[in-house]
């Protein structure tokens, strides 16, 4: 008699689910979004993916591809010329919470004197960078919400060199993908370029007028009000430019690279 091979099996209406999310999570425009969650199938999840979903490993692979399929969904719709909201000074988060994958007793201090900031990958000067050299620059402020994952938000104030400045002042290959980011605190994420060269993406000097807090990342940390919390990195050391796909602390472990808020 013929025995059938053990086919695990796989909750249909789970995976969908998932992917729906996946998918409608960070669109921005209302009736893409609800396109997308209200006509992806079991079928259309093998299709967009690729996969055969035959077990776990299978409904992983697709998960993963469908999430870089949003990605670039998200890459498409990103407007480098739109700002994100700003606010007036009254409208402040005081205290501005603290968040990392650690406690607050594990904030790392960083030696300024010690501090030196390197640049490498495709950049034409590849010398490192003191925070003097940094505050020497023009230097930019603004008040705008930062938005967590985990679903809250809050607004703070803060100042810092246009990330686009610097780029420029080293010699970045602005057509080069991706700028990722290696911090004190083992942190590391990465960004595209458009928003790496959107005119509000801060590399961090200050908050609230004052210099960066250790909790909130001093010496410097990225400042992105187009993303989710976690692509704003803290206590930056390397600046990396590639077009070479670097992944992220949380990313790797499943969060949606683009991360648009």
């Not at 719709?77 to 650690?102: G, Q």
């Not at 607050?104 to 003191?130: C, S």
């Not at 060269?197 to 200050?206: I, K, R, V």
């Not at 010496?219 to 989710?228: A, N, S």
């Amino acid at each position: 008699m013929f025995n059938r091979p053990n086919i695990p099996v796989l909750d249909g209406e789970a995976i969908v689910k998932e992917a729906r999310a996946i998918l409608g999570r960070r669109i921005e425009q209302p009736s893409r979004r609800r396109f997308f969650q209200r006509t992806l199938t079991l079928g259309g999840v093998a299709l967009l993916s690729g996969c055969s979903l035959s077990d776990n490993d299978s409904v992983e692979t697709a998960l993963a591809r469908i999430s870089r399929f949003n990605d670039t969904v998200q890459g498409w719709l990103f407007d480098p010329a739109k700002l994100a909201p700003t606010y007036p000074e009254a409208m402040i988060t005081r205290p501005f919470p603290f968040n990392a994958y650690y406690g607050e007793d594990e904030v790392r201090h960083v030696d300024e004197a010690a501090y030196r900031l390197e640049v490498t990958g495709l950049v034409a000067d590849k010398r490192v960078w003191r925070l003097d050299q940094l505050r020497a620059m023009a230097q930019a402020d603004q008040i705008t919400r930062h938005i967590c994952v985990e679903g809250w938000s809050a607004i703070g104030r803060w100042g810092g060199v246009k990330f686009s400045d610097f780029l420029h002042r080293v010699g970045a290959d602005t057509h080069a993908r991706y700028v990722s980011f290696k911090c004190a605190d083992d942190y590391y994420t990465s960004i595209d370029m458009a928003t790496a060269l959107h005119p509000q993406t801060l590399l961090a000097l200050t908050y609230d007028g004052q210099t960066l807090p250790p909790k909130y990342g001093f010496p410097m940390k990225l400042r992105v009000p187009t993303k989710l919390g976690y692509k704003n990195p803290k206590h930056i050391q390397v600046i990396s430019v590639t077009n070479t796909f670097p992944g992220g602390y949380w990313e790797d472990q499943g969060y949606n690279w683009f991360g648009g808020s």
